[in-house]
């Protein structure tokens, strides 16, 4: 039996993650469980997991959490806030811990279960985008795994196995294009409702309207370049609308081996979850005579400009990719709230990039301190224009 932790547990990939989980007999232990301020959700998986201790974002939610455990007599500890996730993050018993945070939230958690010799099945893409290289060190050195979650991710993993990675010459990593790819509609017009009507996946809010951008493809393409100890320039985006291919990975004779399933977030997360196994998924099977045909296209790197400032970032390197992708997630909150319109968020973190002093640095403080500047800065660039 494998103790686990979940961060983000009442998220999209938390929820299917305790779904696969419940389906199991005595494989996995659910010891901790951390969530944002989805407390009646959490309630149900405080009732059916039994966890030692659970966390969420405020303490007035973790009051009413304790209280709720006190009345039923459930032994459940209660946490709140950053150093809440952290605990979640360490609990001695547990062996792995599932991060599904959205956002640069997940980087101090991760970098604690890591410290803490936990393994770590990983679906923050963020966090390795802001302090991959140092991550992935910290982990070699505890001599602990980062298994990747992310569909495209999990099936770069699968088809290098256990070849040579000097033998890599090329990855290709796929991208359903998002539900604007083909649109000649005008980006100044999109609504949210439009940039969340995703055509293959459902997902948290932030991911949608970063795959609506192609920022996610962009932040997909460093977090492979970190996890695998590939150069960006072996890293090729390919717009694949079925979504059945999740990525491939080209070898130094010509081979290309790719991996294939329906798309359901079921199956990367039960291989990170299992892995050395594999364990019957409960997912539909594929049928390639029922799909008819898969397609792949070359990204307009003009049209969608964030996937091109995310690959100039990653050229740069430094605090470059940090300040980006906290930019990004400014200006997708602010045009989730109605602040701004769609085609402003590449306007918006590129103005923040453009503003920033790249810094080469050891130290995650300091590239915690530079994302909390773009955070800063991409707030006043939208009061500036926009108010």
Known sequence: ??????????????????????????????????????????????????????????????????????????KTKVFFGEDGLIKIATIKEVETV????????????????????????LANKESLVMAGSLIMKRAKEKNVSVLPVDSEHSAIFQCIGKENKKSIKRILLTASGGPFYKSNKNFEDITVEDALAHPTWKMG???????????????????????????????EIVIHPQSVVHSMVEFSDGCVMAQLSNPDMTLPIQYALSYPERKNCYIKRLDLTSVGKLEFFKPDFKKFKCLDIAYKCAVVGGTATAVMSAANEIAVKSFLDGKIKFNDIPEIVQKVVNNHKVIKTKDINKIIQADLWARKTAEEKIAEIFF
């Open 1 to 74: 039996m494998k103790n686990l932790s979940i961060l983000g547990s009442t998220g999209s990939i938390g929820v299917q993650a305790l779904d696969f989980i419940a389906k199991t007999k005595n494989e996995f232990k659910i010891c901790g469980l951390a969530a944002g301020s989805n407390i009646e959700l959490l309630k149900k998986q405080i009732s059916k997991f039994k966890p030692s201790a659970v966390s969420v974002f405020s303490q007035d939610n973790a009051e009413k959490i304790q209280k709720w455990c006190k009345d039923r007599k459930y």
């Open 98 to 121: 599932l991060s599904a945070v959205v956002g640069a939230t997940g980087l101090q958690p991760l970098v604690a279960a890591i410290d803490s010799d936990k393994n770590v099945a």
């Open 205 to 235: 809010k932030k991911i949608t309207i970063d795959s609506a951008t192609l920022m996610n493809k962009g932040l997909e393409a460093i977090e492979a370049s970190v996890l695998f100890d590939v150069p960006m320039d072996k890293i």
